[in-house]
């Protein structure tokens, strides 16, 4: 760990906030389809309408862009520090949720058609505790596979994750900045709640083996 100016810290929290940004989903698609994923589906620019839409091959490149998008910050985050200006934690914190803000509120889009934030909030949190990851995910694979629903698993890896930080860190703060990513994520997720409420939510995969 290396003391960072403060002219660098912020310059790492902008950093954070324009790699957040980048649509990795929409690039993606537009490179390699004809689909415009904001139009179709469900119109997020995420890894589980990319993968329905244009294929589980670009899905996955979804998966893995949107995750970075919140490990590589993190990772950046924790290799300098602006001390004593500011504890480690908090600025390790602030980065991620840097990160996680524009992936929700991408400038390039005009603050518009963001992802849902799951995927980059794991990316972050992966870096600053992986056992926490590891439960998170563990639960997410156990409800979507009990549910057939990605956005099943989705809500219980976010609900696992603050507890999971907390209990594997030991430091509040970490634990209040998985909680917020938790908070939004439901929030974006709020239409497919009452579709998962009323049975209507699309299938993982369905009984007659299509998408």
């Keep these: 760990m290396m003391p960072a100016t403060l002219f660098a810290a912020v310059g790492l929290v902008v950093f954070a906030y324009l790699f957040g940004s980048i649509p990795f989903g929409l690039v993606l698609t537009r490179l390699f389809t004809s689909v415009d994923i904001r139009r179709e589906g469900s119109g997020n620019i995420g890894a589980t309408n990319v993968r329905r839409l244009a294929g589980t091959p670009l899905g996955i490149l979804t998966?893995?862009?949107?995750?970075?998008?919140?490990?590589?910050?993190?990772y950046l985050a924790q290799m300098v520090t602006p001390a004593p200006i500011i504890a480690q934690e908090v600025y390790v914190s602030v980065i991620a949720l840097a990160a996680f803000f524009g992936h929700l509120y991408p400038l390039y889009m005009k603050l518009k058609n963001g992802g849902k934030g799951v995927a980059t909030a794991v990316g972050g949190l992966a870096v600053i505790s992986p056992a926490a990851v590891v439960i998170a995910l563990a639960a997410f694979l156990l409800a979507a596979g009990l549910s057939n629903r990605v956005s099943a698993g989705s809500l219980t890896a976010a609900a696992i994750l603050p507890p999971a930080i907390w209990w594997a860190t030991r430091m509040p703060v970490f634990g209040v900045c998985a909680l917020i990513m938790a908070?939004?994520?439901?929030?974006?997720?709020?239409?497919?709640i009452k579709r998962l409420l009323n049975g209507t939510e699309p299938q993982i995969k369905s009984k007659s083996g299509n998408r």
């Design 63 to 74: 998966l893995a862009g949107d995750a970075s998008k919140g490990a590589l910050p993190v």
């Design 183 to 192: 908070l939004l994520i439901y929030a974006r997720h709020r239409d497919n």
